[in-house]
T-cell receptor
């Protein structure tokens, strides 16, 4: 158990819908990262937040957005869902901004299925 | 654009044998990570390699980093069935990112099956 929690574990929805994935980082960690894992794209970095501020963007679609709240939990919002958005979404956390020797600790993931 | 290539992508081996997984990356980096993923599970951190020549060992796994060759290896010694998993290497551009993403760039993973 990495100490990172994600809810829900599974999510089934329809195309065109909007969903919100939630992540709580390890106690004391200030950075939250979101990753998408799919069979065709592999593991892709989406976005990072550090202490409430957006820190870095990766391959995140415009239909997707995220935020980090004052209590440091983060939410990833996926809208206008398409079949291709079906994937496993991981949240990871690290103590600081990432510019150090820290590893990123991954949560259990949310498996999203878009029908 | 940073690219990370692992090989082999699939590996079936017998218990007791030794093997090496290779991870090449395309641009300068000073931080490389190895993760393990069991089917349907999350990623578990194995090693963080921070400098040229770094070597780390944990049990039957040993990882090394050659930043000049942009190559990391994960060596498995006397494999046992419990090591069956998918192994990912990931690179962080670190100090060379020029203020860019701190997210990790992952290889496609090596699916390792160890048979009795």
């Amino acid at each position: 158990d990495s100490g990172v929690t994600q809810t829900p574990k599974h999510l089934i929805t329809a195309t065109g819908q909007r969903v919100t994935l939630r992540c709580s980082p390890r106690s004391g960690d200030l950075s939250v990262y979101w990753y998408q894992q799919s069979l065709d794209q592999g593991l892709q970095f989406l976005i990072q937040y550090y202490n409430g501020e957006e820190r870095a963007k990766g391959n995140i679609l415009e239909r997707f957005s995220a935020q980090q709240f004052p209590d440091l939990h983060s939410e990833l919002n996926l809208s206008s869902l398409e079949l291709g958005d079906s994937a496993l979404y991981f949240c990871a956390s690290s103590p600081t901004s990432g510019r150090s020797s820290e590893t990123q600790y991954f949560g259990p993931g949310t498996r999203l299925l878009v029908l | 654009e940073l690219k990370v290539e692992q090989n082999p992508l699939f590996l079936s081996m017998q218990e007791g044998k030794n093997y090496t997984i290779y991870c090449n990356y395309s641009t300068t980096s000073d931080r490389l990570y190895w993760y393990r993923q069991d089917p349907g599970k999350s990623l578990e951190s194995l090693f963080v390699l921070l400098s040229n020549g770094a070597v780390k060992q944990e049990g039957r796994l040993m990882a090394s980093l050659d930043t000049k060759a942009r190559l990391s290896t994960l060596h498995i010694t006397a494999a046992v069935h419990d090591l069956s998993a998918t192994y990912f290497c990931a690179v962080d551009k670190g100090m060379y990112s020029g203020g860019g993403a701190d997210g990790l760039t992952f290889g496609k993973g090596t699916h390792l099956i160890i048979q009795p």
